[in-house]
């Protein structure tokens, strides 16, 4: 015979069928859910590990094009001296050549019997064509050159300039009235009273614009007694008319001393 369950037993049973289903589905969806989050937490950190390995690569990359730019600059950079560096060293040998080759023009222009040279008579009766009687210029190419005591006194003066310099004595008599010969030397470009004797300057080496000029000169003249003294300065380089003139004292000097002998 069978035992059948009083309907209020039955229906709390009945009543405890649903809420076991309900913690179960639960329980199933948290678990779900813990795998759902675990598997977005290991995407994410393979997602951030080759975005990190990617930004390396990007890194090094810049990084070795960097390198690159930089050791292309230096080797362009030091080409660029390399050349500068040749061209200037190029340029001093040059320029060290002509100097030899002007220097040497200097004193192979010099004649040895006291007369003036080519140039610097060429300088003068030049410049003699653009003056009148009464200028220093013309008075000096219508006189007499005393070679032998102009001499003795480039040989002294021989001694007081560099190689890149020659002093070419000027020694004449003079015939006319001395006056003539103060008022020419006074009417110099330039004029200097040095230890009680009157010195006149003038540029020699810009006679002709058309010539290319490669020797600087100055005419520097004054008179001693009865002679018309004097000389050419010549020089390859440019010449500084203030330390001529501060020059120019020991200079008379050593040009007189000829004179005395």
């Not at 003068?124 to 009464?134: F, G, M, R, V």
């Amino acid at each position: 015979m069978t035992r059948r369950l009083p309907p209020a037993a039955l229906a709390f049973a009945l009543g405890l069928l649903p809420g076991c289903d309900s913690e179960e589905a639960k329980q199933t969806a948290k678990e779900a859910s813990d795998k759902a989050l675990e598997a977005s937490k290991d995407k994410a950190a393979e997602l951030a590990q080759s975005a990190k390995t990617l930004g390396k690569k990007a890194a090094n990359a810049t990084k070795d094009a960097a390198n690159k730019v930089a050791d292309t600059t230096k080797d362009a950079a030091g080409k660029a001296v390399d050349a500068s560096t040749k061209a200037v060293h190029e340029a001093v040998e040059d320029a060290t050549e002509a100097t030899r080759a002007g220097a040497q023009a200097l004193v192979d222009d010099l004649r040895p019997d006291g007369e003036l040279s080519q140039t610097a008579q060429a300088w003068l009766e030049n410049k003699a064509k653009q003056t009148t009687e009464t200028d220093i210029e013309t008075i000096i190419v219508a006189g007499v050159q005393l070679a032998p005591i102009a001499l003795e006194a480039s040989r002294v003066l021989a001694d007081s300039v560099d190689s890149n310099t020659v002093i070419e004595p000027i020694f004449q008599k003079i015939d006319d009235d001395p006056a003539k010969i103060d008022a020419a030397i006074g009417n110099m470009p330039r004029v200097e009273a040095l230890d009680g004797v009157t010195v006149g300057f003038e540029q020699m080496d810009q006679l002709d614009a058309r010539t290319s000029v490669k020797q600087r000169g100055y005419l520097v003249m004054w008179r001693h007694e009865q002679h018309l003294v004097g000389f050419v300065y010549r020089s390859t380089r440019t010449i500084d008319i203030d330390a001529l003139v501060a020059e120019t004292p020991r200079l008379v000097k050593l040009t007189q001393q000829a004179l005395t002998k």
